[in-house]
């Protein structure tokens, strides 16, 4: 991008979080932020499971690890001061980032796919543990957590959040690392016999995607205002699972859009006017009609401006 | 004076019952084309494999020059300098032939996190560096007008002769390759005969060569080795392995 379209790109990011405030009802507004975090997540999953080709069921946990860290640390550090929010978002991602620094380390030993299991398990490790910590709650969870004053500060800053994310993945994804990653997956005998560290580099994937994850779950928990154990279990890793697989595999970009999908939709039909819950019906039938029809998802392994220019490029 | 720049003394590899490789010795002369031949089974690729650190031999000693390999992972064995190809190609199908080319440059260059990040003109420029690098050497082997082009696409002859360009991209003072002429018709041998040779003088290379062929390996190596069921049952230049009776009762099976 030039200057000048950085600049008009930046104020429209301003004006919108400006104006939004006054045209949108807080539902919209509410659901606009939800957006956001879900894509955070989702573009974090991306990284691991679509761009490295890792499969992992954990996204809840590392959510819950910046979650609770960054929860516990405006409260009890910064006297609920809204503005320490991003730096405590910052802190707990980096917490998250160490605790997938310590799930890499086991899961890339043997080769195949135990990271599945071992994600799983690490997630319902981390639940069971905050179930578990009576400071911060224990099943009642940890309540009155400081929210951003209004919402063009949680839009502006959420929405920060998005870019840096979606910015650093990308970037990361066509860059020397991404081909590394790339040509991992492609062969992995091969990889390492031209001299690439094949664990090192899926454990450097691993913890960049963790670190994201728990960026996403500090957002997370000054947008709701309260976390628990619940909120983090083993449904939240396959909902992000499904909004990256509807996205494509390896399109971090892709996994906004499939995020604005897949946060507006179950809003749309819980509106519905029935007493079954609608949405365990149709997420079903989305799944297995985009599986059928379109297995590698909206834009595959394509950002999305690839399909309006012909080069790419951010 | 003959200069070894790779030495086996004693390996030994057992599958389970399966004695894959037993006492192999031999050494590599620098600049010279070492033939490994022997029927099929004998232990030649186990013996790549042990080397290129994918297997860990249980007895033995390997070293090139002043390093022992023994305990190397694969990723090592090739930053210490030692670069192979594979009985059955193994490209990375899905990336274009350059950027085949461009991982095994990149590899000997130490990134920095914070320009690849920023996208700085110095990490641009590094990308485009590499590009250039990987394109005239693609050039060389006339591989450059398919630069682009997805390496799983390219036919077969070409397939072989690229993972032979992404090994040297990789710079390596030992080329080890296996059976680099399987499936080839008799004139892509013939081009590969001349590719090897090619390579081994212009850039100044050691090579150890598997191979079937047997016209293919008496015709351009300098010494040969011959394996029989995980054994040396002979080595020396061409024309003693010609005419070596053991040899022949291997390949042609015991006259009674
Ligand atoms: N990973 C392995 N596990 C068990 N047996 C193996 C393995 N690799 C090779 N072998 C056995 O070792 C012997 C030598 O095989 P190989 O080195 O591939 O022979 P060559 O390359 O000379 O045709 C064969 O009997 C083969 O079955
Ligand atoms: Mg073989």
């Known amino acids: 991008m030039s200057l000048k379209s950085k600049i008009i790109f930046l104020v429209c990011f301003v004006g919108l979080g400006i104006a939004l405030n006054f045209f949108l009802n ?105 179930l578990n910590w009576n400071h911060v709650g224990g099943p009642r969870g940890y309540n009155a957590i400081v929210k951003w004053p209004n919402f063009t500060m949680a839009y502006l800053f959420t929405g920060a959040a998005v870019l840096i994310t979606l910015y650093v993945l990308y970037s990361l994804k066509i860059s020397w690392f ?114 059928i029809v379109r297995p590698e998802g909206l834009f595959g392994k394509k950002e999305i401006w690839t399909f309006f220019k012909k080069e790419g490029g951010s | 004076m003959i200069k070894s720049i790779l030495s086996l003394k004693n390996v030994n590899l057992s599958f389970g019952g399966i004695k894959a490789v037993q006492d192999v010795s031999f050494e590599i002369h620098e600049n010279e084309l070492l033939g490994l031949i022997g029927p099929n089974g004998a232990g030649k690729t186990t013996v790549f494999n042990i080397i290129s650190g994918f297997y860990k031999a249980d007895t033995g000693s390997i070293d090139l020059g002043d390093v022992c390999l023994l305990k190397l992972a694969p990723d090592q064995v090739n930053k210490v300098g030692i670069a192979r190809t594979f009985q059955n190609i193994r490209l990375f199908g899905n990336l274009s032939v350059v950027e085949n080319v461009i991982f095994a440059l990149q590899q000997k260059i130490d990134h920095s996190w914070f320009h690849s990040l920023f996208r700085t003109k110095k990490y641009l420029d590094i990308e485009a560096t590499l590009r250039t690098r990987a394109l005239s050497l693609l050039k060389i082997f006339s591989l450059d007008q398919l630069a682009d082009t997805p390496s799983k696409s390219l036919p077969y002859g070409l397939q072989r002769k690229l993972e032979i360009v992404r090994a040297l991209a990789s710079d390596p003072k030992l080329l080890i390759l296996d059976e680099p002429a399987a499936g080839m018709n008799h004139s892509e041998t013939e081009d590969l005969k001349k590719l090897i040779q090619f390579i081994k003088t212009e850039f100044k290379l050691t090579v150890l060569l598997i191979e079937h062929d047997m016209k293919l390996v008496m015709n351009i190596c300098d010494r040969i080795v011959v394996l029989n069921r995980g054994e040396k049952i002979a080595e020396g230049i061409p024309a003693e392995i010609k005419a070596n009776k053991q040899v022949i009762e291997a390949y042609l099976g015991k006259r009674s």
């Not at chain 1, 707990?92 to 799930?103: E, I, M, P, R």
């Not at chain 1, 001299?195 to 913890?207: D, E, V, Y």
């Not at chain 1, 939240?236 to 999908?261: D, E, H, K």
């Open chain 1, 178 to 291: 991404g081909r590394n990653l790339w040509a991992l997956n492609e062969d992995e005998i091969a990889a390492e016999v031209m001299g690439t560290p094949i664990a090192k580099n899926k454990r450097t994937a691993f913890l960049i995607s963790s670190f994201f994850g728990g960026l996403a779950g500090g957002f997370y928990a000054h947008n709701m205002g309260y976390i628990s154990p619940g909120s983090f279990g083993f449904l939240l890793s396959v909902q992000v699972l499904i909004i990256t697989v509807l996205g494509g595999l390896g399109s971090i970009s892709g996994s906004i859009i499939a995020s604005i999908i897949l946060t507006v939709l179950p809003e749309l039909l819980r509106s519905l006017p029935t007493k079954v819950d609608v949405r365990m019906i149709v997420f079903p039938i989305l799944l297995i009609l985009m599986m």
């Open chain 1, 26 to 130: 807080s539902y919209i507004q509410a659901l606009a932020i939800s957006f956001m975090i879900n894509s955070i997540m989702a573009m974090s999953l991306n990284f691991i499971t679509g761009v490295a080709n890792q499969f992992s069921l954990g996204s809840a946990g590392f959510v819950a690890v910046g979650a609770y860290t960054s929860a516990v640390l405006t409260k009890e550090v910064f006297n609920d001061q809204w503005y320490f929010i991003p730096l405590t978002a910052l802190i707990g991602a980096c917490v998250a980032a160490f605790a997938g620094y310590l799930v890499s380390l086991p899961s890339f030993k043997l080769k195949g796919d135990y990271l599945a299991i071992v994600t799983l398990g690490f997630a319902e490790i981390v639940r069971v543990i905050f």
